[in-house]
T-cell receptor, first 111, second 116 residues
Framework: ELKVEQNPLFLSMQEGKNYTIYCNYS?????LYWYRQDPGKSLESLFVLLSNGAVKQEGRLMASLDTKARLSTLHITAAVHDLSATYFC???????????FGAGTILRVKS | GAVVSQHPSWVICKSGTSVKIECRSLDFQATTMFWYRQFPKQSLMLMAT?????????EQGVEKDKFLINHASLTLSTLTVTSAHPEDSSFYIC????????????FGPGTRLTVL
């Protein structure tokens, strides 16, 4: 059974600081996704990582995938309050037929 | 971009009643849709995969007689929670996949179900 572990589960950051969220998974997969969820809302797609070594950046967020290590990271640069949300990684188990989500990381950026 | 809608966005019902939630792909045809459940402060769990014109595939531990899924057209899948109980209260989110593309699921806005 695939397990997807995120850490930390809760992250309180000061504005302007950098931090990284980690997503480890237990079985082979070449596809990993990062999503953002605001309270009471559905998921917003952030990044789609489809191969080993994939790196994508959007604004203050950068995601990478190391399929050999079964690890993805979401790096936050110079955090701002608007980044406060819950971030999920999800691993694709069956080529688009099944996503297994991590527990989520609650990010709070303090002024 | 691909848009997925859900209706209703929230519903409150009495215990023992049935509730139907609709998931529509608005600007594309979706041969495959997915239903997820998210309890408060928890992650999303896949409940079932809905394929147009065939029976849904349920994940282990999900009662298919309680959560009826119908995917009668290429743009509509429905989830009916039968004989709902308070423990069924949750946030239900559907997603849809563009045909011939397996790398992206488009998520609906979710339906919050509260069973009294």
């Amino acid at each position: 059974e695939l397990k997807v572990e995120q850490n930390p589960l809760f992250l309180s950051m000061q504005e302007g600081k950098n931090y990284t969220i980690y997503c480890n998974y237990s079985t082979t997969s070449d596809r990993l996704y990062w999503y953002r969820q605001d309270p009471g809302k559905s998921l917003e797609s952030l990044f789609v990582l489809l191969s080993n070594g994939a790196v994508k950046q959007e604004g203050r967020l950068m995601a990478s995938l190391d399929t050999k290590a079964r690890l993805s990271t979401l790096h936050i640069t110079a955090a701002v309050h608007d980044l406060s949300a819950t971030y999920f990684c999800a691993v694709d188990m069956e080529y688009g037929n099944k996503l297994v989500f991590g527990a989520g990381t609650i990010l709070r950026v303090k002024s | 971009g691909a848009v997925v809608s859900q209706h209703p966005s929230w519903v409150i019902c009495k215990s023992g009643t049935s509730v139907k939630i609709e998931c529509r792909s608005l600007d594309f045809q979706a041969t495959t849709m997915f239903w997820y459940r998210q309890f408060p402060k928890q992650s999303l769990m896949l409940m079932a995969t809905s394929n147009e014109g065939s029976k849904a595939t349920y994940e282990q531990g999900v009662e298919k007689d309680k959560f009826l899924i119908n995917h009668a057209s290429l743009t509509l899948s429905t989830l009916t929670v039968t004989s709902a109980h308070p423990e069924d209260s949750s946030f239900y989110i559907c997603s849809a996949r563009v045909p011939r593309r397996t790398d992206t699921q488009y998520f609906g806005p979710g339906t919050r179900l509260t069973v009294l």
